[in-house]
Structures are given as structure tokens and as C-alpha cells.
């Protein structure tokens, strides 16, 4: 029997030769393009060097960080570090199309004599937030009737009239118009939908308000006078890679650390360190010995770009490095306002988690 592979110690990755660590591990931002793009995930790729660097998962554990920067109701921000690329851009992907939600689906118009055709009016119900808790409620599936299970009925019945001082009343039609019918739909016999019970027993704690828009100022329509919208919208559950009504953030994104490195000793009074200081207020300071250096990248990215077109002359490309840490992501996540961002993430931990779990199942 073989013996098993012997886990790498936590210099193994420093036996590398520096200039090799540099392109594993950073990339570099030059004055037109970066380099060193590409990861370096095989595990014999540095075997000629006698390195192995197949994947570990004891050095993942110890080194996967999430730093949380700010978080609010609608955006979070958070270093993630430790992580391939990989990992980033499926934690992205799920972020914007496999987190559930609740949406319009199934609009049924009773009158409209507005300008605005019903299939626009529908499209534009689609897409307006609905703050609704996803996992009280099933996903519907193509054959099966509406019920108070997979269905959240709302109704929207607004008439413009004008006013005796000339002033119109409703004339813009509102997200904050849409009223949700706990008992159902009023026309069971067009929709199908008919409730055995009420749902109004799942919106009795102050966690969870009745449902309505996330925000009541959307505008729908305008009505000029004598004109009338009467409608109902059927809310379903689904997730943003059948439809982006479903999606839950308004995007998620992330960018690379950057980091600036001094690549030789440059003096403050010199006409070089001068030309850095004037050039990138804040990223450049004078140490103790009266040489230039570098400060945290984080929190001047306004002159990060000037620092790059600084690069294409030759005293600045030979003095400064402008680098990207290539496992350390700094992650934004900005909701439509659904569901927390704190919840959006931990939903798409779960789901990436249960991915990993369903292949390790049908790998073994």
C-alpha cells in the first residue's frame, strides 16, 4: 500500500526563487497592461523546483480569513483572504443568480386605460423589490396551482381624477399602491389561485412586516385624468439565473488588494521622491532616515491610476511597484434591499458549501 502524501510545512511555499513568489503571488500592474494574471493551481507546476503545490487543505483552514469592513442594511463590505480566484467568483455568481427570492411573477389586468401597454406594466412590476422572507414560502414549480404556499397576491387599483382647485389626484401611480390581499386573489376563477387558508398568521412578528415593495416611491405609471389601472400580481419564489427580477443585489463585485513597493532607496529631497509625493498626496511619505516610502494602498485608490501613468517613464518603473495580491479580495455586496446583506452572504456560503458537498459525494 502507498504511503499517504506528506503535508507541506508552512515554508514549503518560500523555497520558491523570489521572482517566481512574485508572479505566483502578486500581479503586476504596468503602465498599459498587467501581468502575471494567470494562477498557478497545478500541482507539479513548480515539481522542476522541487516544490509541490497541489492544494492543502490544513494551510486553507489556517490562512482563510473574512474581515468584515462596514456593513449596513444595504451594503456590506468585506475582505476575504486566503481564497483562489475561484472561490470569489463562485461566491459572485451565487450572490447574483442562486439566492432565492420573491418577485412578481403572473400579472392579471382587470383595466388599464393608461398609455402604458400591459405587457410594460407587467415587466415593470417584475422588477420592483418585494420585501417578502423567501423561506416562508415554496418555490412553484411550472404545473402546480397558486396557493398560499408558493403565492403572494397583491392589488393595485388606482383612478386619477382631478380635483376642483385643478390638481390631479393619483397621478403617479407608486410601488406603495400595491396592496397585499392576505386572503388571496379576488378572482380565483381567472388566476386559479385559491388559498385554503390566510397568510396573514406568517406576518405577525415585527421581524417580518406584511408584504410590500422595499421601496414605496417606485413609480409604475402616470394617469391623466378618467384613466385607471386595476390589477393583481402574483409574487413567486425563484432565483436570479431563471430571471434577473429574482436576483437579490443590485451587484456583487470584488477587487484585488493593491499594495505599493519601494524597489530601491529613493531620497525625499531628490527630484524623484518630490515628483512621488507631489504626484500621489497620501501614498508617499518620508520615513525616519529621509528616504520615500510607501504607505497602505487602501484608502488612496483616487491616485492609484496617477501612480500607473507614472509608470510608463523610466525613473518611476525602476523606483516603484504597483502590485495586486492575488488571494485577498476585497468584496462588496450591495442589496436591492430584499434581504440583508449579512443574510445574502451566509445563504451563499451555504449554497457553495452544499455544492462542495454534493460533488465530494460524487467524486467518492
Not at 392589488?155 to 382647485?165: G, I
Amino acid at each position: 500500500m502507498g504511503k499517504d502524501k506528506p503535508t507541506k510545512g508552512k515554508n514549503e511555499r518560500s523555497k520558491l526563487p523570489k521572482h517566481l513568489e512574485l508572479q505566483r503571488d502578486f500581479v503586476t500592474c504596468g503602465d498599459k497592461l498587467n501581468y502575471n494574471t494567470q494562477t498557478f493551481t497545478s500541482a507539479n507546476v513548480f515539481s522542476a523546483m522541487g516544490v509541490d503545490n497541489s492544494w492543502d487543505p490544513a494551510q486553507f483552514k489556517e490562512n482563510f480569513r473574512i474581515i468584515i469592513n462596514k456593513m449596513d442594511n444595504e451594503v456590506m463590505e468585506f475582505d476575504m483572504i486566503g481564497a483562489d480566484p475561484a472561490i470569489a467568483n463562485a461566491l459572485r455568481r451565487i450572490l447574483i443568480a442562486e439566492v432565492p427570492t420573491m418577485a412578481i411573477e403572473h400579472v392579471f389586468v382587470i383595466n388599464n386605460t393608461s398609455i402604458i401597454q400591459d405587457e410594460v406594466l407587467a415587466h415593470r412590476l417584475g422588477l420592483v423589490p418585494l420585501l417578502i422572507p423567501p423561506h416562508l414560502f415554496e418555490a412553484k414549480v411550472a404545473e402546480e396551482a397558486p396557493s398560499e404556499k408558493n403565492t403572494v397576491v397583491f392589488k393595485l387599483d388606482v383612478t386619477a381624477k382631478r380635483n376642483r382647485d385643478g390638481s390631479i389626484e393619483n397621478e403617479k401611480v407608486l410601488s406603495s399602491d400595491l396592496e397585499w390581499l392576505p386572503g388571496g386573489s379576488e378572482l380565483p376563477e381567472e388566476t386559479t389561485c385559491r388559498f385554503a387558508a390566510g397568510q396573514a398568521h406568517l406576518f405577525t412578528e415585527p421581524s417580518t412586516p406584511a408584504p410590500r415593495a422595499v421601496h414605496d416611491n417606485i413609480l409604475l405609471a402616470k394617469l391623466r385624468p378618467g384613466q385607471t389601472i386595476v390589477l393583481e400580481a402574483h409574487a413567486t419564489k425563484g432565483t436570479g439565473k431563471e430571471h434577473a427580477k429574482w436576483s437579490p443585489v443590485a451587484t456583487a463585485w470584488y477587487r484585488l488588494q493593491p499594495e505599493v513597493h519601494m524597489l530601491r532607496e529613493v531620497p525625499a529631497d531628490s527630484e524623484l521622491g518630490q515628483e512621488l509625493v507631489a504626484a500621489c498626496p497620501g501614498l508617499f511619505a518620508t520615513d525616519e532616515r529621509g528616504l520615500i516610502r510607501s504607505n497602505c494602498a487602501r484608502g488612496h485608490e483616487m491616485v492609484l491610476e496617477k501612480l500607473r501613468r507614472l509608470l510608463e517613464q523610466e525613473p518611476f518603473s525602476s523606483a516603484v511597484a504597483y502590485r495586486k495580491k492575488k488571494d485577498h479580495f476585497i468584496f462588496t455586496i450591495e442589496s436591492s434591499g430584499v434581504l440583508p446583506p449579512q443574510d445574502l452572504l451566509t445563504q451563499a456560503l451555504d449554497i457553495l458549501g452544499e455544492k462542495a458537498r454534493n460533488l465530494a459525494t460524487k467524486l467518492t
